[in-house]
C-alpha cells in the first residue's frame, strides 16, 4: 500500500529532503503552500518525489545520494518544440503512474488537493490520524484594529518611498495615491464578500489572518484561524496556541460544535491551505465553500494602501539586480572569471546596505532569488559556482518580501534584469525591454483582462519574429507567437504571486485602480534565458511603474 503526502516533516523524516530549501512554488504560494509542496509516495521498500518541473534544475543537482524524483507541470521554454519534456501534465496523472493498488491519502494536505486526489486516484482512502485537536486559545479583536495598527508602519515609510519615487520621476503621478485615505481592510472585504454571497470567512494562513485581525504575520505559526462574519464589529481569533501579540481581548474556545456555534449561513474557507483533517475538525463539511480566490481578489484590490512598501521593495530589488549584473559584466568586459555566487553575493550585499544607508523602516527576507545562466540552466535555479565566461546570457530573477518593523508583511517584489554577451542577444533583450513598457504595462488598465494583456504583448512581439529566429533566439517553425509562448507575461502582486489576473491566455479577471503587478517577459531558448520584469501599479489611468524612470516630465 502506497502513503501519499506533502507533509514537509514526514518528506524530510523519510528521504532526507527538504521541501522549503529545494522548491520554489511553496515560496512564492504564501497561501497555498499546502498545495504546491512536493508529494511523496512511498512504500515500505521506496519514496519517490513528485515535484512541478520548475524544480527541476535544482532538484536534480542533489545528484544520486538523493531521493528519486518525478516531475509535473511542465515549464515552459521554446526547446520544448523541438525536445519534449518527460514531466507528466499534472500531479494527479504523475501519481497514477507510480501508485501501485491501494493509496492512502494524508488528510494533513490542503482540501483542494486532497479532494483532488482522492477523486482521480482510484482506490484511495484516508490515512488514519490522530483526532483533530480544536484550537483553546480564542480572541476578539475589533474590526478598526487592522487599520489602527497599520497606520505607524505607514506613515514611516512614506518618506524614503517619496525620496525614491523622485529618483525615477514618479513623484507627481504617485502623490495622490499616497496621500488617499485608506477604505479599510474588512471594508473591502465586505463588499468582495457580498457579491460573492459569503456569510462569514475563515483565513488559515498568516498573511490573511494579519488582514484580518493587525496581527503581524511573522508573528503567527501554523494552526491559527480568523473567523469574519460579514460587517461584523470583532474578528475572532482561534489559535492552539497562545499568540505572542499582547493586548488581545479573550474569548471562548470552539467547541464540539465547531464553526456552527459562531456563525450561521455560508462560510468561505482557504481550500488551497486549511488542511481536509482541519476542515472536517472546524465543522466545514456541509457548510463551507473554497474561498482562496475571494480572500487573494481581496489582498490585490487592497493592495495600493501599502503602496510606499511596494516602492521600497522594487527599489531595493532592483537596485540589487543591477549591481549584482555589474560584477558580471564588468567581469566579462575585462576576460576574468566570475560565477553566479559571485554575482549573488553582490545582490544580498546591496540589499542590506540600501535598507541600512538609506535607514527605511523595513525588514526583509527573500522571497526567490534565481540566476538563469542561459547554458547551465533555463529552469529556475539557485546561484552555484558554475562560471560565467564565456557569457551567453545572465538572468536574475528575484523579489524580496516586506515587514514593516513590527513584523507585518507588507508587499513583495518582483523584478527581472539580465546580462547578455552577443549583440543579437542585447538587441532582443532591448527588444523586450520596450515591449514590456510600452505594450504590456501600459495594457494594464482598469476593465482590461488578463487575456487582453497577453495578446498585447503577443502582438507587439510577432512582428519581430522572423529577426529573432534568424539570431537563433527562438524556433524558426512560424508557429505565431501567441501559440508558441507557453506562460503568462505577468501578475497581480497582492502580496505574494498567484493571483487572480495573470497575464496570460484565457484569463476573463479584471484590473481594478490601486491593484499592484509584475510585468514580465521571460525568454528561455537553447543556451539564452533572457528576461525583464517592472513591478507597476495600475491607476485609473497610465499605470504608474515602481521600478524605473517615468516619462513625468
Known amino acids: 500500500m502506497s502513503v501519499v503526502t506533502n507533509d514537509y516533516r514526514t518528506v524530510l523524516e523519510r528521504t532526507g529532503f527538504d521541501s522549503w530549501y529545494h522548491s520554489l512554488p511553496p515560496k512564492l504560494g504564501i497561501d497555498q503552500f499546502r498545495t504546491v509542496l512536493p508529494t511523496m509516495v512511498a512504500d515500505d521498500t521506496r519514496a519517490t518525489i513528485v515535484a512541478k518541473e520548475i524544480d527541476r534544475t535544482n532538484l536534480e543537482a542533489i545528484g544520486a545520494a538523493g531521493p528519486k524524483f518525478v516531475f509535473h507541470t511542465p515549464y515552459f521554454t521554446f526547446d520544448r518544440v523541438e525536445s519534449p519534456t518527460d514531466a507528466a501534465p499534472d500531479l494527479a496523472s504523475a501519481l497514477s503512474g507510480l501508485v501501485d493498488g491501494e493509496a492512502q491519502l494524508d488528510p494533513r494536505m490542503s482540501v483542494s488537493l486532497y479532494d483532488e486526489l482522492a477523486a482521480r486516484l482510484a482506490g484511495s482512502s484516508r490515512m488514519h490520524r490522530p ?45 495622490p495615491w499616497l496621500t488617499r485615505p485608506p477604505v479599510g481592510a474588512l471594508a473591502s472585504l465586505d463588499r468582495l464578500m457580498a457579491d460573492a454571497h459569503v456569510d462569514a470567512v475563515v483565513a488559515s494562513t498568516p498573511v490573511n489572518v494579519q488582514g484580518l485581525t493587525g496581527v503581524p504575520a511573522a508573528l503567527l505559526g501554523q494552526d491559527t484561524w480568523a473567523l469574519y462574519e460579514r460587517e ?44 481536509r483533517e482541519a476542515a472536517d475538525g472546524l465543522g466545514l463539511a456541509d457548510r463551507g465553500r473554497p474561498a482562496s480566490h475571494l480572500l487573494r481578489r481581496w489582498r490585490e484590490v487592497s493592495s495600493w494602501e501599502d503602496l510606499s512598501f511596494y516602492v521600497l521593495g522594487a527599489q531595493v530589488t532592483v537596485r540589487a539586480i543591477e549591481a549584482a549584473l555589474s560584477v558580471v559584466r564588468d567581469a566579462v ?45 533555463l529552469i529556475p535555479a539557485r546561484a552555484t559556482g558554475y562560471r560565467l565566461l564565456p557569457l551567453t546570457s545572465l538572468k536574475i530573477d528575484a523579489g524580496l518580501e516586506v515587514y514593516d518593523a513590527s513584523g507585518s508583511l507588507r508587499a513583495v517584489s518582483d ?71 507557453g506562460r503568462d507575461i505577468g501578475h497581480l502582486l497582492g502580496k505574494q504571486e498567484p493571483a487572480t489576473v495573470v497575464f496570460q491566455r484565457g484569463n476573463t479577471e479584471v ?22 520584469e517592472d513591478v507597476f501599479m495600475t491607476t485609473e489611468g497610465e499605470p504608474l511603474n515602481l521600478t524605473r524612470s517615468s516619462r513625468e516630465g
Open 232 to 275: 461584523s464589529s470583532d474578528v475572532v481569533v482561534m489559535t492552539r496556541r497562545e499568540l505572542p501579540w499582547l493586548g488581545l481581548p479573550e474569548a471562548s474556545p470552539l467547541t464540539d460544535a465547531g464553526l456552527s456555534s459562531l456563525y450561521g449561513g455560508t462560510i468561505g474557507y482557504e481550500e488551497l491551505d486549511l488542511s
Open 511 to 532: 484590473f481594478e485602480p490601486g491593484m499592484l503587478a509584475a510585468a514580465e517577459l521571460q525568454w528561455p531558448y537553447h543556451d539564452h534565458c533572457i528576461g525583464v
Open 333 to 377: 568586459r575585462h576576460d576574468e572569471v566570475v560565477d553566479e555566487l559571485a554575482a549573488y553575493e553582490r545582490y544580498r550585499a546591496v540589499v542590506a546596505d540600501e535598507i541600512a544607508s538609506r535607514k527605511l523602516p523595513v525588514r526583509v527576507r527573500t522571497y526567490f532569488t534565481h540566476t538563469h545562466a542561459g547554458n547551465r540552466s
Open 131 to 175: 483526532a483533530f485537536v480544536p484550537p483553546l486559545n480564542g480572541y476578539r479583536v475589533p474590526r478598526t484594529a487592522v487599520d489602527e495598527l497599520a497606520r505607524p508602519s505607514r506613515e514611516a515609510a512614506l518618506l524614503p518611498a517619496r525620496r525614491y519615487l523622485e529618483e525615477i520621476g514618479s513623484a507627481k503621478q504617485a502623490e
Open 415 to 485: 523584478v527581472t534584469r539580465s546580462a547578455v554577451g552577443s549583440q543579437a542577444a542585447q538587441d532582443a533583450y532591448e527588444l523586450f525591454d520596450r515591449v514590456l513598457v510600452t505594450d504590456v504595462i501600459e495594457a494594464c488598465r482598469p476593465g482590461r483582462t488578463g487575456d487582453d494583456v497577453f495578446r498585447s504583448g503577443a502582438e507587439a512581439l510577432e512582428p519581430h519574429h522572423g529577426d529573432l529566429a534568424g539570431a537563433g533566439l527562438c524556433p524558426a517553425d512560424g508557429v505565431p507567437f501567441m501559440q508558441a509562448i
